[in-house]
């Protein structure tokens, strides 16, 4: 079964959201291998600050129902999909990696480039999968992080323990 690696992050009741969408994935996918959680600014607009994550699960389920499955869960936690590509949200989940595949998919690119481009996505993804390597660069989540250079963006890591209580 392929290891998935997922982007969450909400800046709108955030840890309401994630447990949320947490619960819902477990209920989904099963057991999921859980990164720290970290807040940082709003990239790319002015809004309140997000918190951030990143789940692990092996599954059988292809990644275009994976993604029907992301948007599922983001529509019935209130998502609102508009024209900005940057804005406040309750959730936002993206589908990083599928295995070590490279290919498109649903639009998007597998693995997403956010990896690579955003401190809140390469961190945690750096925690909890530091020796795996990224399909296309070969180089480990570990060597990336510690090879990026950031933005000055405020990024602290904080209590997940909002993930094990009632949503």
Request: aromatic share 10%; glycine share 6%.
């Amino acid at each position: 079964m392929p290891q998935i690696w997922l982007s969450l992050g909400s800046n709108q009741q955030r840890k309401r959201h994630l447990c949320l969408a947490m619960r819902r994935l477990r209920d989904y996918l099963g057991e999921a291998q859980v990164s720290p959680v970290y807040e940082s600014d709003a990239e790319g607009f002015s809004g309140p600050d997000f918190y951030n994550l990143i789940a692990g699960f092996e599954t059988e389920q292809s990644a275009e129902e994976l993604i029907a499955l992301l948007s599922r869960i983001e529509d019935n936690l209130g998502r609102i999909r508009g024209e900005q590509k940057f804005s406040s949200r309750n959730i936002d989940i993206d589908l990083l990696t599928y295995g070590d595949q490279i290919f498109p998919v649903c639009g998007k690119k597998l693995p997403r480039e956010d990896i690579l481009d955003y401190a809140f996505v390469l961190k945690p993804l750096a925690d909890i999968a530091p020796q795996q390597l990224h399909p296309l660069t070969e180089k480990t989540y570990l060597q990336h992080w510690q090879e990026f250079s950031p933005k000055p963006q405020h990024m602290k890591q904080v209590s997940s323990d909002f993930l094990d209580n009632d949503c």
